[in-house]
């Protein structure tokens, strides 16, 4: 069993920068395949970034490519998902995820096992 927990999320003005953390338990943390995964109020939860075990291939969502950059750090067990020039559309709860092994587009999409409970990101105009 896999647990995860996010941190960093906050209110932040359109423009502005937030890095979220989050941390996973497991001595196998650096066979995992991590990622970013975002749920705005009424919609259904979509990838935003995920990135390989050996952080050597990072994947992200069209809406915010060139945006944000997923990163991870083996010893410390600890992904990361820094936001910039964040607009009042990137509000969401944004979840963690874990899969043991590699996945790759389209399976990282869909293929996670394991995930946080989430925190708050929201953007004011």
């Known amino acids: 069993q896999v647990q995860l927990v996010e941190s960093g999320g906050g209110l932040v003005q359109a423009g502005g920068s937030l890095r979220l953390s989050c941390v996973a338990s497991?001595?196998?943390?650096?066979?995992?395949?991590m990622g970013w995964f975002r749920q705005a109020p009424g919609k259904e939860r979509e990838f935003v970034a995920a990135?390989?075990?050996?952080?050597?291939?990072?994947y992200y969502a069209d809406s915010v490519k060139g945006r944000f950059t997923i990163s991870r750090d083996n010893a410390k067990n600890t992904v990361y998902l820094q936001m910039n020039s964040l607009k009042p559309e990137d509000t969401a709860v944004y979840y963690c995820?874990?899969?043991?092994?590699?996945?790759?587009?389209?399976?990282?999409?869909?293929?996670?096992?394991?995930w946080g409970k989430g925190t708050l990101v929201t953007v004011s105009s």
């Open positions: 990135i390989s075990w050996s952080g050597g291939s990072t």
């Open positions: 497991g001595r196998t943390f650096s066979t995992y395949t």
């Open positions: 995820a874990a899969h043991v092994g590699e996945l790759v587009p389209p399976e990282v999409y869909y293929g996670m096992d394991y």
